[in-house]
């Protein structure tokens, strides 16, 4: 756990984020002010990223890094929630950024080129945490691969279909320690995804990233959590190095 920032919450500050520091073990651990205090690089802004923005700018992270080369479509309006009809057509990074500065001008937001191999080295050099909420798996094992060469943490979260999976990754146990290849699933402009779905995972990712940058609870390290929409059935297995998870 890093070191607590210097600087005290400013009143407006205590305000905004009142709800949360009501929350004895938010408040007791210090964790505002070290989210305050984190740079955050999400990459990806669709049907997981929506939330994911939404909930770490709302929550107050010092500084969102959005990453994302898509532009807004007619079919992802049912899903991604940062966008509306108007939007169709636009940069998603561009108006994701927009939104997470309308609903939190504290945060700084800064719109990132796509990733790849040139630049994902440059996004984790001073990052405190990256989100990866893509939904194709050339990006996912190469944020992976970037992220275990660095010894980063990352949260990961995955949904398709009618279920969904988070967990956080990092140096003693990354993604292909659990799944070595990509395998066959298909992704959301194959298999379809009901629209809460992504809501629910993306939630979680937020959710995640809040207990590690916070230092509080207990995150999904070595732990996968699962769901299933159409039963409301949820599980979390446990993790080993080199095991499909199962």
Same mark, same amino acid.
């Given at each position: 756990?890093? /070191?607590?920032?210097?600087?005290?919450?400013?009143? +407006?500050?205590?305000?905004?984020?009142? *709800?949360?520091?009501?929350?004895?073990? %938010?408040?007791?651990?210090? /964790?505002?002010? *070290?989210?305050? +205090?984190? *740079?955050?690089?999400?990459?990806?802004?669709?049907?997981?990223?929506? =939330?994911?923005?939404?909930?770490?700018?709302?929550?107050?992270?010092?500084?969102?890094?959005? $990453?994302?080369?898509?532009?807004?479509?007619?079919?992802?309006?049912? *899903?991604?929630?940062?966008?509306?009809?108007?939007?169709?057509? $636009? =940069?998603? @990074?561009?108006?994701? +950024? @927009?939104?997470?500065?309308?609903?939190?001008?504290?945060?700084?937001?800064?719109?990132?080129?796509?990733?790849?191999?040139?630049?994902?080295? &440059?996004?984790?050099?001073?990052?405190?945490?990256?989100?990866? $909420?893509?939904?194709?798996?050339?990006?996912?094992?190469?944020? /992976?691969? $970037?992220?275990?060469?660095?010894?980063?943490? %990352?949260?990961?979260?995955?949904?398709? &279909?009618?279920?969904?999976?988070?967990?956080?990754?990092? =140096? /003693?146990? &990354?993604?292909?320690?659990?799944?070595?290849?990509?395998?066959?699933?298909?992704?959301?402009?194959?298999?379809?995804?009901?629209?809460?779905? =992504?809501?629910?995972?993306? +939630?979680?990712?937020?959710?995640?990233?809040?207990?590690?940058?916070?230092?509080?609870?207990?995150?999904?390290?070595?732990?996968?959590?699962?769901?299933?929409?159409?039963?409301?059935?949820?599980?979390?297995?446990?993790?080993?190095?080199?095991?499909?998870?199962?």
């Amino acid at each position: 756990m890093s /070191a607590l920032p210097d600087r005290p919450l400013s009143r +407006a500050e205590l305000r905004r984020y009142s *709800r949360a520091l009501l929350v004895p073990e %938010w408040q007791e651990a210090g /964790a505002q002010a *070290r989210v305050g +205090a984190a *740079r955050v690089v999400v990459v990806g802004a669709g049907g997981l990223g929506s =939330p994911v923005i939404a909930a770490l700018s709302g929550a107050g992270v010092g500084q969102l890094v959005i $990453a994302e080369g898509d532009t807004v479509d007619l079919s992802n309006l049912h *899903r991604q929630s940062l966008y509306t009809t108007p939007d169709v057509g $636009a =940069p998603k @990074a561009e108006r994701a +950024a @927009a939104r997470a500065q309308q609903l939190n001008p504290q945060v700084r937001v800064r719109v990132a080129p796509p990733v790849d191999d040139r630049t994902l080295p &440059g996004l984790l050099s001073d990052a405190a945490l990256l989100i990866d $909420a893509t939904d194709n798996f050339e990006t996912r094992y190469r944020i /992976a691969d $970037a992220c275990t060469a660095l010894g980063r943490e %990352w949260v990961w979260g995955a949904a398709s &279909g009618t279920s969904g999976m988070v967990s956080v990754f990092g =140096p /003693a146990l &990354g993604l292909r320690d659990v799944f070595p290849e990509p395998g066959d699933a298909a992704s959301c402009d194959e298999a379809g995804v009901l629209g809460p779905v =992504p809501g629910v995972v993306g +939630a979680l990712m937020a959710l995640e990233a809040l207990k590690v940058l916070g230092g509080v609870g207990e995150p999904l390290r070595g732990r996968l959590w699962t769901f299933d929409a159409l039963s409301g059935h949820t599980r979390v297995l446990r993790l080993g190095p080199a095991r499909a998870a199962r």
